[in-house]
């Protein structure tokens, strides 16, 4: 994965630990709602830009497991 939006929404996947704590720590539940709604925007400008049906095999396939991590994270 070398789109840079692919590589956006690997780093705000990742994000999500971090944004738990915070909550936690914080008690700031409305900042899993601000994360979960930049994950969602940027998750529409990738399936606007990007075309996953058209990817060779072996892109098609991390690009697949990659939305398969979003839908985990949401």
């Known amino acids: 994965l070398t789109h840079p939006l692919e590589i956006q929404l690997v780093k705000k996947i990742d ?13 700031a539940p409305h900042l899993l709602g601000r994360y979960l709604i930049s994950v969602c925007q940027l998750f529409n400008t990738y399936y606007n830009e990007v075309h996953i049906s058209n ?3 072996d892109l098609k396939i991390a690009r697949v497991v990659l939305l398969q991590k979003l839908v985990q994270t949401l």
């Open 15 to 27: 994000e999500l630990s971090t944004v738990q704590e915070e909550v936690i720590a914080n008690m």
């Open 55 to 57: 990817s060779a095999d």
